[in-house]
């Protein structure tokens, strides 16, 4: 089973940015990045299937882009213009549907 280990997040003031990386411990196919905020359910932000089509949430096209690396097995997802409301825990795994279990997220908190 892939295990997945997420990393890059922090606080940050709106209208900052931040990297995030999830490195797999194996060859990932079309893979996404999600995330949960207290007392919501768990959403997708982005997607990127293994030819490198993209797909992103409304609420953060233009200002996040999702990467991969393949020789890396590490997918990215870059954000832009960050809002108070992208406070969450962001998470990766398989795009669209999760595989296996989840990792233990990072914490992106957007905060002045």
């Known amino acids: 089973q892939v295990q997945l280990v997420e990393s890059g997040g922090g606080l940050v003031q709106p209208g900052g940015s931040l990297r995030l990386s999830c490195a797999a411990s194996?060859?990932?196919?079309?893979m996404g990045w999600y995330r949960q905020a207290p007392g919501k359910q768990r959403e997708v932000v982005a997607g990127?299937?293994?030819?490198?089509?993209?797909n992103y949430a409304n609420s953060v096209k233009g200002r996040f882009t999702i990467s991969r690396d393949n020789a890396k097995n590490t997918v990215y997802l870059q954000m832009n213009s960050l809002k108070p409301e992208d406070t969450a825990v962001y998470y990766c795994?398989?795009?669209?549907?999760?595989?296996?279990?989840w990792g233990q997220g990072t914490q992106v908190t957007v905060s002045s």
């Open positions: 795994n398989g795009y669209p549907i999760a595989f296996g279990s």
């Open positions: 194996g060859t990932i196919f079309s």
């Open positions: 990127i299937t293994s030819g490198g089509s993209t």
